[in-house]
């Protein structure tokens, strides 16, 4: 399997364009994450599907963040408009079931640069 | 809500030296795992611990799990330049769909 895959990995934008993270989670997982990570905030969980539904989005930003899950191959993170503070690298993650018993596997990460 | 805290927040090492981080919970866990993320790179699951005492090893990585299971640590002996990274902490209550990472440790080792 080719794990976790993350596209693009580096996306430089301006202030006020529209960004999209794209996903591919493990084939057969049915939790996906988003996270974002920086150094002043650390780890941030943003939001995580569990079958392509959304369980929890209560980590996302505000209502410039948006996600999808169309099915079980793809999620997308959407930024509009995006902001500099909104630079970032975004990790999305999978897992087999409950994470909690069986762990994250992560993707390579986007990294954000909003100028 | 559940915290983790993780201390060191940074930890700088000769090689050859011994290294530990510790992770705490406000609240009783049913397991915690491990991460490792290399500079520049993404977290990659290590190990996880379920009961109550329990230790693990991973060559020169040891990992234990409080007896309270409230608390665990990690213990690197003899640290390599190739242990350098952040090692996370990730508490998890019984099949929660989300775990509670901590702010992680920063690990670096002087040749």
């Known amino acids: 399997d080719a794990g976790v895959i993350q596209s693009p990995r580096h996306e430089v934008t301006e202030m006020g364009q529209e960004v999209t993270l794209r996903c591919k989670p493990i084939?057969?997982?049915?939790?996906l994450f988003w996270y974002r990570q920086t150094m002043m905030r650390g780890l941030e969980l943003l939001i995580y599907f569990n079958n392509n539904v959304p369980i929890d989005d209560s980590g996302m930003p505000e209502d410039r963040f948006s996600a999808k899950m169309p099915n079980a191959s793809f999620s997308t993170l959407k930024i509009q408009p995006s902001e500099p503070r909104d630079s970032a690298v975004y990790f999305c993650?999978?897992?087999?079931?409950?994470?909690?018993?069986?762990?994250?596997?992560f993707g390579s990460g986007t990294r954000l640069t909003v100028v | 809500g559940q915290q983790v805290m993780q201390i060191p927040q940074y930890q700088h090492v000769q090689e050859g030296e011994d290294f530990t981080t510790y992770c705490n919970s406000s609240?009783?866990?049913?397991?915690i795992q491990w991460y490792k993320q290399r500079p520049g790179g993404h977290p990659v699951f290590l190990i996880q611990?379920?009961?109550?005492?329990e230790v693990k090893k991973q060559k020169r990585l040891t990992f234990q799990f409080g007896e309270a299971k409230k608390n665990s640590s990690l213990h690197i002996t003899a640290t390599q330049t190739t242990d350098v990274g952040t090692y996370f902490c990730a508490g998890n209550r019984v099949n929660a769909g989300k775990s509670t990472f901590g702010d992680g440790t920063t690990l670096t080792v002087k040749p």
């Open positions: 084939s057969g997982h049915d939790y």
């Open positions: 993650a999978s897992s087999l079931a409950y994470p909690t018993n069986y762990g994250y596997t």
């Open positions: 611990l379920v009961k109550s005492g």
């Open positions: 609240t009783t866990l049913s397991n």
